[in-house]
């Protein structure tokens, strides 16, 4: 079924009235109540809230990893909130790249393939699938670390692993749930520069965090507190401190 | 098919990870698939054993007794009148359609001594001089007893493989004399080994003159007759003939049942079908009821993979996964598992086919069993444990493929 357009531009991530509740025995939670925005091609935005916000909740229907209980969640002008299982998982595969805090990469499995699982996932021949996985590994640095197994690798090191795999079906967002969270404080640094480069390069960053360092490095922040979107802004920080260099 | 090579790849990596409990799952695989191959190559050379069993018999033999061989109707036969000489040679007359007519008469002896060697228990056959021919007529040594011989009643004896080598471990036994019952013999020749398995009663016997072996045991002695058909598509029409021809010469009316029996073959095969049919059903069931056991074990290490593998499965999902993917995934798993299992078992059934062969043909000299594994029996085993894996795969691979991802990646 097509969107009705309004005609006025064409988002990459629309939501609609957004809400998700859960039963939890007796009780229901409601962890999004009637939650709208939009987000367009090439923005960098955070999604910032205090734990039990909802913004996990936000992240997830976003990511297609769980699907909303009432409202549309449109991407790329198709209704998601109505597809099916594998059209989901299509969509995790190509169009989202995941960071996680926690990195999430397979221990027993050496870098490259850790990369390459996307692809594989994605129906993509074994040559390419290694050419573009030690492409995306470069990228980020890491070009002679691609034999090592996580458990050979510096936190920084497998996050950026991380980041590789979410760029290797190039997708149109890269979300990343407190990615230095795990990390710490001049690691984390080295981290959300990657991001800036990243955002320079032309992706589409939405960044999930508690701390307000980290949701500083984006161009727009949006607050979420109780299931609900408390303020969506661009991040006047920023803005100033690019006029400053300029 | 890149993802069946990605999932096949996955599950090996899965299983070296954890050697030690791939293997112990794979225990009950391993009996199931040993009991199957073993069975499998037991009863292939036993089918084979017999075979050679019945071949003795000769195909398209009829052996006319007035006890039916298979044991019917016993109580009954044993009053009835003995088949004579006499009635022998009338039907012998008679008869047209066979290749051989033969009288045979057969006894025990407990005393069949050579020097300082006696036997014990002996089957003493008397029979004609074309008994021989009518059997293929090749001879181990010397000669079979001539027709002057036989009309004479002649004290020359033919022994059989066995007994000649019981009798006469060093020496030649051509010319020399032995004493059946205190009648001495001179013996003539030694027939081929014809025995295997159960039936090596047949080389160990004494074959005479009939008419010499009347003036051992008296010539109302039991007659069997044998009639060779000359190819088992004549049998029908040889047994059709004699029954007429006894029945006339054992002077039976029209309504009267035969009071003697026409024992082939044949009648041996139906009977051991029943026997081979009931050693099939157990053994079947024994495997049936270890691969019932070796794939809940199966099932459960499944159950265990999949949960410890929850996380794992949530990051997969997240990267875009799909159900059957995931499905995909740890069916392989199982199916891989139980390959292995039957991996194994091959090995240990193969090595212990080749031993208990080697040791049977050396020791018994019985060499019925093959010292390996027939390749359509290994294709079968491998076939069923791929099937045994699938069944005891899908339900925790299914419980796998549907986990909610954002719930799995949430678990530790």
Redesign the interface.
């Given at each position: 079924m097509a969107p009705s357009t309004d005609g006025t531009d064409d988002s990459l991530i629309e939501l609609r009235g957004i809400g998700r509740s859960y039963n939890m025995g007796a009780e229901w939670i409601y962890a999004l109540q009637d939650v709208s925005l939009k987000i367009h091609r090439n923005e960098y935005v955070a999604i910032m809230g205090p734990s039990g916000s909802g913004k996990s909740t936000l992240m997830n229907i976003l990511g297609c990893l769980d699907t909303p209980s009432y409202g549309e969640y449109y991407f790329a002008g198709e209704l998601v909130s109505a597809m099916d299982d594998s059209e989901l998982a299509a969509i995790r595969n190509q169009q989202i790249g995941f960071v996680f805090q926690t990195f999430n990469l397979l221990p027993r499995s050496d870098a490259l393939h850790n990369v390459e699982l996307p692809l594989i996932y994605a129906g993509v021949s074994g040559a390419e699938r290694k050419e573009r996985a030690h492409e995306a590994l470069a990228h980020v640095g890491l070009a002679n670390r691609v034999t090592h197994r996580p458990n050979e690798l510096s936190g920084g090191q497998r996050q950026r692993v991380a980041i590789a795999r979410a760029l290797v079906t190039r997708p149109a967002i890269i979300l990343a749930d407190e990615p230095t969270g795990n990390l710490d404080s001049r690691t984390g640094i080295e981290i959300m520069r990657l991001f800036e480069e990243l955002w320079t390069q032309g992706n589409t960053i939405i960044l999930v965090t508690h701390e307000e360092d980290i949701a500083r490095h984006a161009a727009r922040i949006i607050r979420v507190r109780d299931g609900n979107i408390e303020s969506d802004e661009v991040n006047d920080a920023r803005a100033m401190s690019e006029d400053v260099q300029h | 098919m890149?993802?069946l090579v990605?999932s096949i790849k996955m599950a090996i990596?899965?299983l070296t990870?954890n050697k030690m409990r791939a293997v112990l799952t794979t225990l009950g695989v391993v009996i199931g698939i040993t009991i199957v191959l073993a069975m499998g190559w037991a009863l292939s050379g036993l089918d084979a054993a017999l075979e050679d069993t019945l071949a003795i018999f000769g195909d398209d033999i009829l052996y006319v007794d007035k006890f039916d061989w298979t044991g019917r109707r016993w109580m009954e036969a044993r009053n009835r009148k003995n088949i004579t000489y006499d009635q022998f040679l009338k039907v012998e007359e008679r008869l047209q359609s066979p290749q051989y007519v033969i009288p045979t008469a057969r006894r025990t002896s407990l005393d069949v001594r050579h020097e300082n060697l006696q036997l014990t228990s002996t089957t003493i056959m008397g029979v004609s001089s074309d008994y021989n021919a009518m059997l293929g007529g090749s001879m181990a040594e010397g000669r079979f007893f001539n027709d002057m011989e036989d009309n004479s009643g002649a004290g020359v004896a033919v022994l059989g493989n066995a007994t000649a080598e019981n009798l006469f471990p060093s020496a030649d036994p051509i010319g020399k004399r032995i004493r059946v019952n205190g009648i001495p013999f001179t013996v003539i020749g030694v027939m081929p080994k014809r025995g295997t398995l159960g039936a090596d009663m047949v080389d160990n016997q004494i074959l005479m003159p009939l008419k010499k072996f009347f003036s051992l045991y008296g010539a109302s002695s039991r007659i069997v007759i044998n009639v060779k058909a000359g190819g088992t598509d004549r049998l029908d029409e040889v047994r059709y003939e004699t029954i007429g021809v006894m029945r006339q010469v054992r002077s039976l009316a029209p309504g009267q049942e035969d009071d003697f029996a026409i024992n082939t073959q044949q009648a041996f095969r139906d009977q051991t079908a029943q026997l081979r049919f009931i050693v099939y059903g157990v053994g079947l069931m024994l495997t049936g009821l270890s691969f019932l056991v070796g794939s809940i074990g199966i099932m459960n290490i499944m159950f265990v993979s999949v949960t410890e593998r929850t996380?794992?499965i949530?990051?997969?999902?997240?990267?875009?996964?799909?159900?059957?993917?995931i499905l995909l995934q740890f069916l392989v798993e199982a199916v891989v598992l139980c390959l292995l299992g039957s991996l194994i078992a091959l090995v240990i059934t193969s090595i212990g086919a080749y031993a208990v062969s080697s040791w049977l043909e050396r020791s018994y000299e019985l060499d019925f069993l093959s010292p390996f594994i027939p390749p359509s029996q290994i294709l079968l085993a491998i076939l069923v444990s791929a099937f045994v894996g699938v069944l005891a795969g899908i339900i925790p691979a299914y419980r796998g493929a549907r986990l909610d991802?954002?719930e799995a990646?949430r678990s530790e």
């Open positions: - | 890149d993802s990605e990596a899965a990870a996380k794992e949530g990051i997969r999902k997240a990267l875009g996964a799909t159900r059957s993917s991802p954002v990646l």
